[in-house]
């Protein structure tokens, strides 16, 4: 092993072919792409002498450490240095500035490639992050390539390449690749300011950060790593390891290709295909803790993109356990993210997005919830709640527009025509969508207010009260009673269940002649009293001294 070629059990592919834009062929379009780099330049845009960066000794003692460490796959100390060490270094030498550009560090790290591709990997995403003014557009381009280049290596080796990161990174990797698709996304759709130079990039540049692109990878890394076999022979009770082949037996590749499922699942939430969306998980036990509770971020974008899912496709019973259980969870765990970190300040706004959507769904779909989870629902959207249960649309709308995703268009905008904002068109498309099927149950918590006053009730008269004709009435009690029934998960993949009425009240019509059951379950105060003498006991036991 020399110096500058770090054994790491791969290499550069440097055969490059047409790109298919089938999401199960290889990356042969982004090996095309990766092409451009040489071996002496990191800047694809500027061929001109890159700037000597002045890098303090302190930093250069940190890079060349993680080197260290990454060359040995000390694992452990990897973790530190990525999730504590490096966050030190940027509060203290770029906390608003970037980080030297990879040629700057390249000597301290003996021009090792891969680990100049994880670095650089870091560099834009805290561009991205914290630098004023965000990123440029050769900026966007040039991490677009660099994460070419890394999944260009991981995936056209040989064999497994012998490369070992913590869980909470390969996570990020995979989260940050869709991140930064959706903010350019959005970005190419915002014409209006940008200067003809910029839209001719735009133009010639087609297959930058294109969805087929983005979708390649994602699908190569689940395959390549044979994880839908491998969790569907794990629920089966079998081992894994006898379906993994030799790429799905490494760690690396597993934790990217379960953790590429998840992505699956964000990216089709971002496009508005929701049952493709939720498709995705088919092979994931979610009642269970898999690998997707090792890392409580992903935990939680797999919960909030999921129970976003059931909440656009009417599945609210599903909608409302899927946000209680994580919301629970993150009550359990909020000492975990008090730290100010850009992951930790992400996790706390989805946290308040998932109120804001347990909102809406226990408005739309009132069922009883955990104690704990319904008192903060209600301290932080309580007034919001009343307002849309007195049918506010104007506040479903608004409480949508926090907490949805930041939907994305899978075209590019057309560049010949009037250079205007595209951007919000697919979010407009999606809140359409929502309110269509909010206007359709906006008059069913008046009618159960009614309803729950009497047991019996003629047409006409509970008409009168409303000031509706009796057709028009009788339509709004035939939505009640389809409203209220949804499909409910039981067991299996997260798209299966099964046909339920989880309405508090009960009604048919006898003619002419509405009869009304109540059909609520008392609480189990006791359950409640046991829980809190339990937790009473174990604070006194915390606070006995040792």
Known sequence: MTETEPNYGGAFSSEYELHTGDPRQDLAYERQMSAAYSDTSFDRYDRSPTTRYAVPEPVKDFVAYFHQCVLQRNV??????YEVEFEIRTERFYKTNPWPVAEAIAPVVGNDRVFLTLYKELYYRHIYAKVAGGPSIEQRFESYYNYCDLFNYILSSPGPVLLVL??????????????QFQSFSQYKCRLSKKTDEEVDQLRREVTVWNVHSVLNVLHSLIDKSNINRQLEIYAKGGDPESVAGDFGRHVLYK???????????????????????????????????TMYSRVPACQITTSYYLGFCYMMMRRYNDAIRTFTSILLFLQR?????????MQNEAIRKMNDQMYSLLAIVISLHPVPIEESVNTALKEKNGERMVKMQKGDVAEFESAFAFACPKFLSPVPPNYETTMKDYHMEPFQ??????LDEVNQQIMIPTIRSFLKLYTTMPISKLANFLNMDEDK??????????KMKNLVWQDGSALTGEFQSSSELDFYIDKEMIHIADTKVERRYGDYFIEQIQKLDELNKSLKPK
Not at 166 to 179: A, G, N, S, V
């Open 333 to 341: 765990i909020k000492n975990l993210f008090e730290a100010s970190t």
């Open 255 to 289: 934790q990217l290709g379960y953790f590429s499922l998840i992505g699956l699942l964000r990216l089709h939430s971002l496009l508005g295909d929701y049952y493709s969306a939720v498709k995705t998980l088919d092979n994931i036990e979610l009642s269970k803790k």
């Open 76 to 81: 452990f100390e990897i973790k530190n240095l």
């Open 166 to 179: 913590p869980d909470q990174w390969l996570w990020d990797i995979i989260d940050e690749f869709i991140y």
């Open 429 to 434: 498309l999606q809140l359409k969508a929502f």
């Open 473 to 482: 009435f009788r339509s709004c009690l035939l939505c009640f009673k389809h």
